[in-house]
């Protein structure tokens, strides 16, 4: 019938039977053209998308002595801009640029306080700051086929600025469908680095099966330009020594419905303030007090059983366990300790859909013990890491999309109850000594100094603007 | 109070069912990948969005003749209820990964 067709239309267009075939050659020609130019107008060339948000946070945190210290209407806004350009298909490059600051003021007036530590590298985006645009991402990507020839073994490698915050687990109660790289449990602050990902499955038979290859420097030591000396970017000794971080991420298995993921990394040189030297000397140094190694397995399972309705088809369900280890420097007290000290915290989670098209509710609880110390000063909770807490935390929060999923509302509440100090600080022995609240407390009194936050609550509501 | 959590669990048990690209990734992965072979985000980036909604209509008709061609062994589960089940997941999946989307590959 067709071919039929083609003869009726050439019998009517005056046409003979080749050129009607150079025709439909032409055709086809132009319908290529055409899809080529649709790729590279839609996926091929500089894409830039928005991700903007106001948030208001009621926070309040009750002290050791009784009292309370509390923002009920913190108003901040948030606005990244993503960017990306894909050469071709093996090479592509991300950006991310992100603005993060409180209604208002800036931090540079004296309206407010100093930033403090807020604009520290590992957090610059996540923290409120000014009113400046800081770049959260930039790296690019290149997708091989073949790793040293081996077909069976497709593998990914990049570098740059990474996309290290809201990783595996940490993804859910920030809205997001997808996980960033590392495990959100451990590691949730912006690094620059590398990872090599070797995608196995094809090797090995298991489903979703990859090793990712993962290193990063945290800080690097090198005077600033135009130095008296004329020895610009040189090592400077009296400085800390650059913070270097090497690491595997390991995927035995990923099905879609079942996600296991295993990641260990070692820190070196990690930083933080000396209690001596600050009752000496008044000021707050960094030094090098030693290296932390971590051990992270979390799980997933998206969906419970197969097909038995659209709520269990929906439903998350994780748990996480993670270790940390400190090896100090001698000497050096490391998180108050001169020994090595281990950490551990678990992580459970449940989200379930709503009662609307793709509105979820979500529950969390964690706990992390004395010794226990996260790189997740990132995270994106007002009141300090919730995942870093040496106590319980609780977190239930309500995700409603309000235009499809281009504008949504998120409803949180976080709940911390410390145990011990030093949840959200450095690994030194001013910032990161585990004592138990009222301990802490009576030798703040002695000292004369503030006492210790006991708990810390956070009731947030989110408006955000996704295109 | 009984009553209560039953209609509550009734309420939940009862909702509509509705696409979503992001189960369908899930069950692309689960149920598609160990024939084609390719990660999703290969799969979606064949074709263009308004090629997938091409496919995908008709309960998949084309979809299932071009993917049974190219993929033989997967013949039998695109035939299936469990696919006609996945099947708009995975077409809402597709399309928003689809060449033309300006969604980027995942970095994996």
Redesign the interface.
Known sequence: MKRLTGVAAAVLLGLSMPAMADLNDDVEALKQQVRELQKKTGGNHLNFSVDYRVSMDNIEYELADGSTASNDDLLANRLWLNMGYQYNEKLLFRGQLAYNKAFGDTAMHNQRNESGYADFDWVVSENLDDNTIKVKQAYFLYLGDAFFGNEQLPWTFSLGRRPSTTGFLANHREGFDKANSPLGHSINVEFDGLSLNLRLEELTGLTGNALKFCAGRGLSNATSRFSPAGTDYAKDPDKTDDIDMVGIIFTPYNDGQYDVKLQAYHANNMIGLDMNDIMMTGEQTFYDFGDLNNVTLSAEMNGVGEFINDFLDGTRLFASVSMSQTDPNSDMAMLGSTEDERGYSYWLGVNVPGFFDDDSFGFEFNHGSKYWRSFTYGEDTMIGSKIAARGDAYEAYYNLPLVDKALTLQLRYTYIDYDYTGSNGFFGNATGTPMRIDDAWQMAQMMGMPPPVKNAQDIRAVIRYQF | MKKIVLVMIA????????A????G??????YL??YF?I?GQEFA?EH?KVEWKRFFKNDGKKFIKKFSKQYPQAQEFLESD?FQ?IAPDVADFAIKY???????????
């Open positions: 309420v939940m048990l009862s909702f509509s069912a509705h979503d690209a992001d189960k990734k899930k069950y692309y992965l689960k990948r160990p072979e990660n980036s263009l469990t089940k689809a060449a033309d989307s300006g969604e980027l590959a995942d970095c994996n």
